[in-house]
């Protein structure tokens, strides 16, 4: 199994960064994708970005391209997401996953297996 941890959250204001890390232990060598989500308040998790181990790609949902970048430190088992020109609608609990069910979408919930415990990001006006 693999176990993740997510730190880095707090409270910015718009338009300031914040960079989350994912450590991830454990089968790290199984993991075939990791991405983060997000969830607020009275909302579905959403997909925000993936990292896809094997080709070493990235994509991003349309509310944080050109904003977010989701990276990876190899040998640290480290993922990052740098979160740059925040908006208060950033706001919510973000989570890294990983297990990505391998095929069709992966910004649904449902599309990975393995949950961090979540870090809350607050951006105020």
């Known amino acids: 199994q693999v176990q993740l941890v997510e730190n880095g959250g707090g409270s910015v204001q718009a338009g300031g960064s914040l960079r989350l890390s994912c450590v991830a232990s454990?089968?790290?060598?199984?993991?075939?994708?990791l991405a983060w989500f997000r969830q607020a308040p009275g909302k579905e998790r959403e997909g925000v970005a993936v990292?896809?181990?094997?080709?070493?790609?990235?994509d991003y949902t349309d509310p944080v391209k050109g904003r977010f970048t989701i990276s990876q430190d190899n040998a640290a088992n480290t993922y990052y997401l740098q979160m740059n020109k925040m908006k208060p609608e950033d706001t919510a609990l973000y989570f890294c996953?990983?297990?990505?069910?391998?095929?069709?979408?992966?910004?649904?919930?449902?599309?990975?297996?393995?949950w961090g415990q979540g870090t809350q990001v607050t951006v105020s006006e």
């Open positions: 996953a990983t297990f990505w069910r391998g095929h069709g979408t992966w910004y649904g919930p449902r599309d990975f297996r393995i």
């Open positions: 454990g089968e790290t060598y199984r993991m075939n994708a």
């Open positions: 990292f896809f181990t094997g080709a070493r790609t990235t």
